[in-house]
């Protein structure tokens, strides 16, 4: 198993993605913004995790994905009206958290984003964000164009999301 810290898709939710603040300037070649839906969840998210407000996170749609966290600790937090974190630790130990809680986490704890309430999302938080390439200036998926975020796309059961624990941006 590879040492590089990362999160374990297990159950992707109906739209996860990888975003930020977006790509600003390329418009006129055609390229559009994309990135997240709601920036303040976002920066609220990154804030609470210690990260700089546009640094790229999950943007959850509908229904949150499952994760298992491969680092030997993370910080997470997530944020959105009505959003929640349930994890499984190793140990089988549960734990439920609000939005704009952070909650550190061990090597082999389960996490699940809990969207409820009045709202269709929210962001999840790591510390030092997610290691994706960085394309025309942002981490934003663009589906369409297969662009940003892992792999240009939404995440998948089985995906392997890297983390840039201690490099904040």
Do not use: H
């Not at 109906?14 to 969840?41: E, H, I, K, M, N």
């Not at 938080?125 to 934003?140: N, T």
């Amino acid at each position: 198993m590879s040492d590089a810290p990362l999160l374990k898709v297990i159950a992707p939710g109906l739209s996860t993605t990888v975003q930020d603040r977006g790509r600003f300037g390329w418009q006129r070649y055609g390229v559009p913004v994309s990135g997240a839906l709601d920036p303040v969840a976002l920066a609220a998210a990154n804030i609470v995790v210690g990260n700089e407000p546009g640094c790229a996170g999950l943007e959850c749609l509908y229904q949150g994905p499952v994760l298992e966290v491969i680092a030997e600790s993370s910080r997470i937090a997530v944020a959105g009206d009505g959003a929640a974190l349930e994890i499984i630790g190793p140990d089988a130990e549960r734990l439920r958290c609000g939005a704009c809680e952070s909650v550190r986490t061990a090597r082999g704890s389960r996490i699940r984003v809990v969207i409820a309430g009045p709202s269709i999302g929210a962001y999840l938080a790591v510390e030092g964000g997610f290691a994706v390439p960085i394309i025309m200036d942002s981490r934003s998926t663009y589906a369409r164009a297969s662009i940003g975020g892992y792999k240009g796309r939404p995440l998948r059961e089985g995906d392997a999301v890297p983390l840039a624990l201690g490099d904040v941006g």
